[in-house]
C-alpha cells in the first residue's frame, strides 16, 4: 500500500532558528497536508496543497507540494516554544478515507 | 477549536468488555473516518462513513465496528477488549463533494480532540 517517509524523525532545535522537514512517497498524491498534533490532542490542520509546485504560507510556515508530486517540505521560520509538538504530513490521492495516508511524523523540540 | 466533538475524553475498561466512542462532526460536513494511535506511533486509519453510508475500510479489526446516524453523528464500538486496544481514537470530519474542481479542497480532514481508551 501507500507509504509515507518522513524526515528527520526528531529534531532538536534552538528558539529561533529555521527548521525544515519533508516527506516522501513512491506514490503519486492529488493533495499533501501538513498537521501539528500537541501531546494527548488531536492534529490540526497546519497547510492544505492541491497542486503541484504550489507554495502556500500560513504566518511562519511555508509548505510546497513537489513537483513529482510524490514529496513536500514544510518549513518554520523563526521557530518558539510553542512550535514543539510532532508533525505529520498527510497525502491524498483520493476522496476515500483509505486514500488518505498519513506519515510517521516529525518530532519537534524547541530549546530556549 | 476544529468544530469536531469527541466523548467521552477518558475511558478505563478491563478486559473483555464493550465500549462505544462518539463523534459529532462539523457542521456540515458528510464523511466522519476514525483513526486509532497508539502510543507514540503515527495514525492508522480504521473506517470512514458518508451520509450514513460506509465508504471506506482500513486496519479495522472485526471486533470494531462503527455507524453514523442521521444526525451524522458517528460510533465507534469496541468489543472483547484486549489491553493492546489502548490508544487514541480520533475521529474527523470532512465535507466530501462529489467532483468538480474543488473536491481535493473540501476532502481536507479536521480532527477531534480524541478519546483516550485504557484497558487494564
Request: net charge negative.
Amino acid at each position: 500500500g501507500q507509504q509515507l517517509n518522513q524526515s528527520p524523525q526528531s529534531m532538536f532545535i534552538q528558539e529561533g532558528e529555521d527548521v525544515s522537514m519533508n516527506c516522501t512517497s513512491s506514490s503519486i498524491f492529488n493533495t499533501w497536508l501538513w498537521y501539528k498534533q500537541d501531546p494527548g490532542e488531536g492534529p490540526v490542520l497546519l497547510i492544505a496543497l492541491y497542486k503541484a509546485g504550489e507554495l502556500t504560507s500560513n504566518g511562519r510556515l511555508t509548505a510546497q507540494f513537489g513537483i513529482t508530486r510524490k514529496d513536500s517540505f514544510l518549513n518554520i521560520s523563526a521557530s518558539i516554544p510553542s512550535d514543539v509538538g510532532i508533525y505529520f504530513c498527510a497525502g491524498q490521492l483520493g476522496q476515500d478515507g483509505q486514500n488518505f495516508v498519513f506519515g510517521p511524523g516529525t518530532r519537534l523540540s524547541v530549546l530556549p | 477549536d476544529s468544530g469536531v466533538t469527541q466523548t467521552p475524553k477518558h475511558l478505563i475498561t478491563a478486559t473483555g468488555q464493550r465500549v462505544t466512542l462518539r463523534c459529532s462532526p462539523r457542521s456540515g460536513d458528510l464523511s466522519v473516518y476514525w483513526y486509532q494511535q497508539s502510543l507514540d506511533q503515527g495514525l492508522q486509519f480504521l473506517i470512514q462513513y458518508y451520509n450514513g453510508e460506509e465508504r471506506a475500510k482500513g486496519n479495522i479489526l472485526e471486533r470494531f465496528s462503527a455507524q453514523q446516524f442521521p444526525d451524522l453523528h458517528s460510533e465507534l464500538n469496541l468489543s472483547s477488549l484486549e489491553l493492546g486496544d489502548s490508544a487514541l481514537y480520533f475521529c474527523a470530519s470532512s465535507v466530501t463533494t462529489q467532483g468538480g474542481e474543488r473536491e481535493a479542497f473540501y476532502n481536507e480532514q479536521f480532527f477531534g480532540p480524541g478519546t483516550r481508551l485504557t484497558v487494564l
